[in-house]
């Protein structure tokens, strides 16, 4: 996880502890988690475009 020990995890955590408070950190968490898996699906569809047009362009390339 990048160079944060866990310290500075715990540190953070508290600090978003005391400024959003405990009942919207859930909901906080739930649109980071929605928002992470949106960002790697997207990712992986643009990494499969390229690789598909690689592949047809190797292709058409033989011909």
Known sequence: M???GLTEILLIG???LLFFGP???PELGKALGKGIQEFK???REI???VKDDVKEGSEAGKK
């Open 2 to 4: 990048g160079n944060l």
């Open 14 to 16: 508290v600090v978003l």
């Open 23 to 25: 009942s919207r950190l």
């Open 41 to 43: 699906k997207a990712s």
């Open 47 to 49: 990494t499969d475009s």
